[in-house]
């Protein structure tokens, strides 16, 4: 791979050769068996000390929170292949305690490689500069990406209009990004391109989205122009787009209200959301939209009303109470879900969200992650017979569950799980509670 002779930057490396010893010194010497066994990846002594620990009461906070940092970071090291690439992508939300094993692991010159450098790219732990220089002539189109990414800075507007143009959906993707986040008005054109012709649809919709963090009359017409072809997910990204300062500001306002009022289905449904989001004259507009759809829209349409509503308006908050005794067990769930944050419905929702935990289908399973969202500590002893029974998503929602009740040493059970995606995860969350 031409200009791959050196991954890490001199930041990077400091990291790598001070930070990475330092960290796992600190938790190997002296530290409690439990970290030396989840550091060697022994899952079954793991399980065995983990269930020892929480039986003796000697699995506090703290140390769930090392042993989280632990999992976390040797499943990072572990990985391989696409397995790597995932587990990079899990932990996005508590990369900060793990930039370590990322850099170390942007060390090997392979598509997860480039994964962990983009990453630390997103966190400010790598230079625009170094990685552009580096990777714009990769013969990897995951490296490429990485080059992609970082030209965010004006100076890189040439390279950047190139990569949308590659031929690998990953550069193009990563410089649509980029795109969104220079704002140049240079970029247009070759934005609003790839918005209609650009064969992969995600790329088309992070164009669109670019095109309206450009913004101006040019942007906000071209994106009307384009929306009749445009199909439901990228008139979806239209509407985000309308939405953004710059667009916004040109036109964008009234395509929102045109949107809302003349369209129909959930590009309808996410304009009237926009418009009750960013406030205003028009709010009022929005509201009265999303009570329609709360009532009469069809299944989908309903859900996404019921998310987006905004519960201080009357019509809204009637409407979201009608729904909370639908026959749509899914509609309900939701609506209990967010009428719980009312303080005059609370009682009345955390019953209503009781009744539908009993059951073991998909529906029990969300009004019990709601109920523990809620800080409904009844729910307890449910969670953790969904922790050692259920499937593999079960499980994973009942220890996010114990999570947000504070229950740091229950949810460790699941540091020792069976599937790499549910510790990971698991564990990711404990980093992010634990700080």
């Known amino acids: ?22 960290m796992l010194l600190a938790l190997s010497c002296g530290a409690p068996n439990v970290i030396h066994t989840a550091l060697r990846g022994d899952l079954a002594t793991l399980k065995r000390q983990i269930h020892e620990r929480q039986q003796a009461g000697t699995l506090n906070d703290t140390l769930v929170g090392e042993l989280a940092t632990a999992v976390a970071g040797r499943e990072l090291r572990s990985a391989v292949g696409n397995a790597a690439i995932r587990r990079i992508r899990q932990v996005r939300g508590c990369a900060g305690p793990l930039v370590p094993v990322l850099a170390d692991r942007a060390e090997q010159l392979d598509d997860a490689g480039a994964e962990a450098a983009l990453l630390l790219f997103e966190i400010n732990r790598r230079l625009d500069s170094a990685l552009v220089e580096r990777y714009a002539v990769a013969s990897s189109g995951a490296w490429r990406a990485v080059a992609a990414r970082a030209t965010r800075a004006s100076r890189y507007g040439n390279f950047r209009r190139q990569f949308i143009r590659d031929a690998d959906q990953r550069v193009r993707r990563a410089a649509l990004r980029a795109a969104g986040e220079a704002a140049s008005l240079d970029d247009l054109e070759a934005v609003l391109e790839a918005a209609q012709l650009d064969p992969d649809a995600l790329s088309r919709s992070l164009a669109v989205r670019a095109a309206g963090a450009i913004g101006g009359q040019r942007a906000t017409l071209a994106l009307k122009d384009y929306w009749p072809r445009a199909q439901e997910t990228t008139r979806m990204m239209i509407v985000e787009g309308w939405a953004l300062p710059a667009a916004y500001r040109a036109g964008g306002r009234e395509r929102l209200i045109w949107a809302a009022e003349t369209e129909s289905a959930l590009p309808a449904i996410a304009a009237a959301g926009a418009l009750v989001r960013l406030g205003g004259t028009t709010a009022a507009l929005g509201a009265a939209v999303l009570a329609r759809a709360i009532k009469a829209g069809t299944q989908a349409e309903r859900r996404l009303a019921i998310r987006l509503g905004d519960l201080s308006d009357q019509a809204v908050l009637a409407a979201s109470k009608a729904a909370s005794k639908d026959d749509d067990r899914k509609a309900r ?103």
């Open 1 to 22: 791979m031409q200009g791959s002779t050196t991954v890490l930057s001199d930041e990077s490396k400091m990291w790598r050769w001070v930070v990475l010893p330092t």
């Open 333 to 435: 769930v939701m609506a209990l879900a967010r009428l719980v944050g009312v303080e005059r419905e609370r009682v009345a929702a955390i019953t209503g969200l009781r009744e539908l935990s009993k059951g073991k289908d998909r529906i029990a399973v969300e009004a019990r992650a709601a109920r523990a969202a809620a800080g409904d500590s009844s729910v307890t002893p449910q969670l953790l017979t969904q922790l050692q029974r259920g499937s593999s998503h079960q499980r994973r929602v009942a220890a996010l569950g114990l999570l947000q009740l504070g229950r740091l040493s229950s949810a460790a059970t699941a540091l020792a799980d069976d599937d790499p995606a549910v510790r990971t995860a698991v564990a990711c969350s404990v980093v992010i509670a634990a700080r």
